[in-house]
């Protein structure tokens, strides 16, 4: 299972009808979502044309609209990873999915920027928060899956040895096979 065949299940099983992608790149998650209402960003430009050549900031700053799925797999820093998430909660539908890539690196060689990064910090850091619920497939890299849902906060680890000792916990890992067993927003 890859990313965005997690992206692919959320949207047929929920009915979701629009789409933002953060970091598109080479496009391999973006031109794969099957949604006629979608948006990328990629600050490094696209020859796609529903692709905006800016920032993730810069988009934020003058976003208006709420999307009912946003994938974020843009800069791999953790301050960045972070802002993208808190961006990307608040302009989400109710009933909406924030999903994060690359939140479980193999091992400290992967969390370089140009790899998983430090994304597992900004996951982390949002799971602080009781109003959301965080499940992460263990496919990937990592596709954790953020929902506007009450939930106990998860534990903390800014160590990366301590978060791969406590990876179950802090990222509540599933399998790609029971990722059809959740019931996100109660359905």
Same mark, same amino acid.
């Given at each position: 299972m890859k990313r965005y065949d997690v992206l692919i299940f959320l949207i047929n099983k929920y009915q979701l009808r629009s789409y933002l992608e953060i970091g598109v790149r080479e496009s391999t998650t973006f031109s794969r979502i099957n949604l006629e209402d979608k948006i990328g960003i990629n600050p490094g430009g696209s020859t796609l044309s529903k $692709?905006? &050549? +800016?920032? =993730? @900031? /810069?988009?934020f700053l003058q976003n208006d609209r709420k999307f009912d799925l946003i994938f974020v797999d843009g800069d791999h820093r953790s301050a960045q990873a972070l802002r993208?998430?808190? #961006? %990307?909660l608040i302009s989400i539908n109710d009933n909406g999915f924030v999903v994060v890539h690359d939140t479980m690196p !193999?091992?400290?060689?992967?969390? /370089?920027? #140009?790899?998983?990064g430090t994304v597992f910090r900004a996951v982390q850091e949002i799971n602080q928060d009781p &109003?959301? %619920?965080l499940h992460t497939v263990n496919t @990937? !890299?990592? $596709? =954790? +899956?953020? &929902?506007?849902?009450p &939930?106990?906060?998860g534990p903390l680890y800014k160590d990366f040895f301590d978060f791969? @000792? #406590?990876l179950s916990l802090c990222l509540n890992i599933v399998t790609p096979e029971n990722l059809a067993h959740i019931k996100f927003y109660g359905k």
């Open positions: $692709v905006l &050549s +800016i920032t =993730s @900031d /810069q988009f993208d998430l808190k #961006n %990307s !193999h091992n400290l060689e992967y969390t /370089q920027p #140009n790899w998983c &109003s959301i %619920s @990937d !890299h990592g $596709v =954790s +899956i953020l &929902s506007l849902e &939930s106990p906060p791969m @000792d #406590n």
